[in-house]
């Protein structure tokens, strides 16, 4: 079988006409653009998003650290990574990282590495969410307050086999989880 080109995302910049804020968010902002694309013209409007990291946290068992709590738009206390955004200016997103898995678990991680960066939605915001993989985990040295959907966050550790099945057959769909689980599982398939 002959060898596939090595695929990659392409950048690409038409020319945007106009740019305008439609809505401006407590946390993001709705953009309103129209675009020269082709012979014509285009209008999208996208979520302007600061980015955001997320951290698949495996312990010494080879278990991997999951969050539950409330996600008001889909209504349902899903199961997720650890995560937050880039929202602190100038703040590299391993320092976020680490930022984030003290955060909301209160742990620390001795060893960090990148694992994948993905973009969420291409079609709906410009998001950028970069997932490490941490391993060494210890508890940090204080415990964060947490509030809102925070305050009821429940935490399970489970065989990172065990994820990559309940992604697989469906049981958890979170986006991010799924890409997580599946990178950190191949990343550990090819290190054995």
Wanted: proline share 6%; no cysteine; hydrophobic share 40%.
């Amino acid at each position: 079988m002959p060898e596939s080109p090595e695929l990659r995302d392409e950048p690409f910049q038409p020319e945007v006409l106009t740019s305008e804020l439609a809505f401006e968010g407590v946390v993001w902002d709705v953009r309103d653009d129209r675009v020269r694309y082709g012979d014509g013209e285009i209008r999208r409007q996208y979520v302007a998003h600061t980015g955001a990291v997320a951290i698949l946290a495996l312990d010494d068992d080879g278990r991997v650290l999951l969050i539950q709590q409330y996600r008001h738009p889909i209504r349902h206390r899903d199961w997720e990574l650890p995560a937050g955004l880039l929202d602190v200016p100038g703040e590299d997103p391993l320092e976020a990282a680490r930022r984030e898995l003290a955060e909301e678990a209160d742990l620390v991680a001795a060893h960090w590495e990148p694992l994948v960066s993905s973009w969420t939605t291409p079609g709906g915001n410009d998001e950028v969410i970069h997932l490490f993989l941490a391993t060494g985990m210890s508890a940090a040295p204080t415990a964060h307050d947490r509030e809102d959907e925070e305050a009821d966050i429940r935490v399970e550790w489970i065989p990172l086999d065990d994820a990559v099945s309940a992604v697989l057959d469906g049981r958890m769909r979170n986006g991010i989880l799924t890409i997580g689980v599946l990178a950190a599982a191949q990343r550990l398939r090819d290190r054995s």
